[in-house]
């Protein structure tokens, strides 16, 4: 298929990498509903390892069964499924093909009590065996394991690369140096995207950042340059600005399972702001699926229109 | 052998690994009573490294001689043997090719007070070299060393993929982040099983959970859609549920020595909940051996007849 | 995309490999004019290489620029196109993840004169790093260096499947041990397939087959059992027939450039053999544009209707 | 299953190997009718690759499908199938577990005309990736390139061994050092069984020798001690004997498609020698299945009474 | 030399590794005033690097010399000498095949303040080169560092028996997990040898145990099934039967210097216990030569007696 010309534009971002890479990130953005929009909606499931089965799945069981996610992030014109390596790899051979895979690198449980640091629980080469065409990795900035985690990244990164994947990195502020409130303060959210981005990573992922500024010098500079930050618009414009001013991929997620209005609410703020997309969880896979495929198609118009 | 529906069935679940570790799954699947049922009753013998000769062998001194196990296991009718290196390899020459061998890759001794990480022991190289159709490996989720133990997890498991050989994982939850009876609580329980199917585990062992939920939000949501955990027929389903939807072999540990008829029960109960087998250790090697056959030829009558 | 039932039946002839691989095959199947039909024209240009540029590109001087290639592949709505690395690799950047890509590992010129045989002259891991879906390799059965090649040919496959790419393998026979109307004779052509089909190639491609029968036990066995092999027709259905009964997927050549009139008959007798395709090089390229992309979209008809 | 005492005596012979490598003798020696016998009979198809299909299929074209000699194996009770990769791989997943699979590293085909010496295929990695119990190996003692072969087979009997797996010899005298009827003669033949033998090979496939003698020095040395050569049931006793004095498994392949009646006296004169059992390839997949499964029992019922 | 018939059956017990192991094996059991009995007294110093020369060779100065060690192995008929790498090293030269060598690969000083963990000092492949049949290392259960070294043995000695070496592992209990007394108590001793025995060892080496019994389980399960532990033979039968019920080689140290009726009471006792024999350090080369060899050839007539 040939390309967009805002597909092209979006590649001419990227053109340090390897045509492999190229050519993974142009799969990502050439699958689905959104395909040659420059514009993505994918599914991530990583609460079954993140959150537990209990609280993830039993609000809509169907979604236990590892085919479920393949099947709705299909049926829905998703621009890609995500998935730590057990789930994806499941059903793996029966789906190969349909759709483009992130293979999720690093997961972290609820269970036990550590600095926020995730576990690497697969590679590269997992991510090549099950034809994966990035690869996920959290980083949680703040986190007094913060070198564990960006150092590993570093090699991760530097041998996705080479095999011509991608890499889409989380970018949660979390852990000893952030209050609860700044991980998603305004300030903080656009670090976190600018840390992802300097890393190395081709499409981020942070959460919708609030109006709260944790940090007193980002402070004092919003205030004297009059940052615009009231609304989610103006802070996704900023954030989007601080990835290298909007040429990496960057991407919001969802958050916790909400109201359809108000998750379309929020998504038509993100979409104005300049958002390359939404990357919706819970809020797809915890509704019924006649209403997961509602809400996600409208989440699709809603992008396709900005 | 031909394979029966129902191992078919089990195989076809995981289609995304390679014939070889096919094979060895279906080496474990037919062999003993329960061959072709798709059910798996194991004897795991790791008691002498995890909790010392003393206990685990005085209530039957005979136990204390490696050749005790293979012939318990052989003449019982055992899908399989488990347990470290050195018991599994000083007689491995002598009953090579009699039945399938599983070989615990790791193992933590109660001798030293350390946050729960058992340390590696043996290797896939030691696995291929004995015979072992499989590797086992304790994770133990709740731990605070828990990264290291998923991280060391990832590459035994890609590397056993690779050479053909099934990936069997304990998964105990224990450590600083659960209370004693969260150990074994239903959502821990599932949890725990989840985190070792994501893990890419074929097969998972888990302890029979109990009705007490661990974590606030899991609690909930267990009220909200008003799960049944009243019984432990009601939280194996549960389990069972959990770990893709029964698409990966779960079976539960018999736990500490008990009465013929406490053991007799629990089993029904699993079975009726639909555990595809049970890791029978203590239970029947600190029996006389006619105890032990007796009790191990009635639990596989309880599986077949499930 | 969700794959047609064909497209399903043919990856199920696959499913000793990985779901990378499986993804891989998948896509070359479900790209361009014949996606989902099973049915396959691949573009391939490797007669800079193999025969020198002035016999190769003069005949369209458009030709000697790499863009073309891509372009018409593209255009004309081939599944992919094949190329050696130089050509391959300098407009990679541009057109990545527009079009399947098939690197050709290997090549051979006619500079010198030696007993036949390709040089290595690139690697899975340029196929990585430049996007390609599968590795492409010549083997000439019959030539006196045959082990060279079908070794070479081994490690490739066997790092290529690891890492989720599809084998293509040009069996072609040739050399001292062949006369010349017995490099393109029913009995060795056929035979040509069955051994790239056992060195583990996903994707065979070989030659349309003459009725000469080179080797006198096969002429034999052929007269004893009344093998048809009076028309191409005929022929054809031999040589899948000998690919593992059509569990893989064949591929035909069309050899020199000719008249529109002789490549359309040629191809509709493929077809009607059963044939998966045609891998079409000179008669594509050497013609100018628009003759060419009228000639493809009409062997792509003869494929679609058969 | 506990090993029959013939088992237990034949295993004593291989104590030097690891009990990796003992399992997979002993699965040889335990499946199928003639389990638990110590005789074997062995389904090899590498005509495909070695003849070509015509003369290999066109007698039975059922045989043209991979899955036929899986099930045919499968339904006669051999003891195992032998194959090179491609198809040993093709059905592998779907018969994964059914039946031990000996994966044939080296193959050579006619078309080439060259010093006999096969090219090497496969690889030990690919034998644990497809879940075989033995490696297979052609050498041709006689031949100007017997180094390289000998060389090969070193390096892939140590990898081979390491990983426990057994390794077969096919040993098949041939080239210029040798006369046609040389290539079967009873000297030659007890001496390519030797050679295997010292090469670390587990079992070794012979052909039934001749009465023919090719070295002057033998024959001076057969008449002075008067060693029976008459009868093939003799040769065969005095090749079992050159074999570690029937410490290594020998079994002998039937040859060229013949009666009935002729196979079955051969295998008796066989049998009553002291061979190991056959292995029976043209034999049996060239006639029609029905023919080939009454063969291939009465076949095995004369081992069982031999 | 033909083996004893002890000596066969130990060898019998090992019959899991490699001919190359058992032969080193054979050599350990067949040197010395002791060989083919199954009982070993071997010298090990590794106290100069252990608890410095000062307080090792201070009492007999002439033990400053590496050679003196070799000659009072030598001269005293010891089935071996262990020591770390330097002190093996600097004559083994001038001693070459006059004695087995044991080479210690880890050691401790006293000079730093660590949580128990010799550092690992020479390797495999320093064994081979300078000739030594066995390598030895120090484990300490009950450390808060048992995983980095349990885990660096596990590598050692699957390279160790792949090679041919034997394994000879010192358990010694220490850190943050025992009392002082718990160190040798014979609960703790008796896990300690069979931990040793579970990661692979060939001959383990543990201290005289106590009637202290550390862990409180333990202590139930002793006074449950009257286990005789009053006499250091009770405690001694307990030991060797906890080390796979007899079939590994356990061996006693010595401990600190003390007076020769002392050390001749605690051997008998040892033996009469079923002891394979004595590791003696201190109380052989902190005395005169001549002290020295009236010593061990006291404790050698003991076990010859036993």
Known sequence: MAHTDRVKQILSWYSSENPGTLTNLARLLNHGTLAGTGKLVI???????????????????????????????????????????????????????????????????????????SAITSSVEDAL??????????????????????????????????????????????????????????????????????LGAHIIKVKPPTAHVEQEEAKKVIEKHQIPIATLTDRVKYVVRATFNGKRVVIFSGGEAKGTDAVL???????????????????????????ALKLLSDVMSIYKNA
Request: glycine share 10%; net charge neutral.
């Open 265 to 291: 609410a929020e998504v038509k703020e993100l979409a104005a702001g300049g958002s390359f997309g939404s990357i919706m969880g819970r809020n797809a896979f915890q509704r019924p699926r006649a209403d």
């Open 129 to 198: 065996r099950i034809g994966a065409v990035a690869v996920g990795y959290t980083i949680y900035p703040g986190s007094g394991l913060r070198n564990t985690q960006y150092q590993d990244l570093r090699e991760i990164t530097l041998e996705a690369k080479r095999k011509g994947l991608v890499v889409v990195v989380w970018s949660y502020p979390r852990g000893t140096g952030l209050s609860k409130a700044g991980e998603t303060g305004i300030d903080v959210c656009a670090y976190a995207a600018t840390i992802a981005a300097q």
């Open 43 to 117: 599914l991530p499931v990583d609460q079954g390892f993140e959150h537990g089965p209990v609280r993830s799945f039993a609000p809509n069981p169907d979604a236990y069964d590892p085919d479920y996610f393949y099947q709705l992030a299909l049926d829905s014109g998703c621009n890609a499924y995500a998935a730590p390596l057990g789930s994806l790899e499941q059903p793996a051979a029966k789906f190969a093909g349909q759709l483009p895979l992130i293979l999720k690198l690093n997961n972290s449980d609820t269970l036990a009590k550590v600095e926020p640091c």
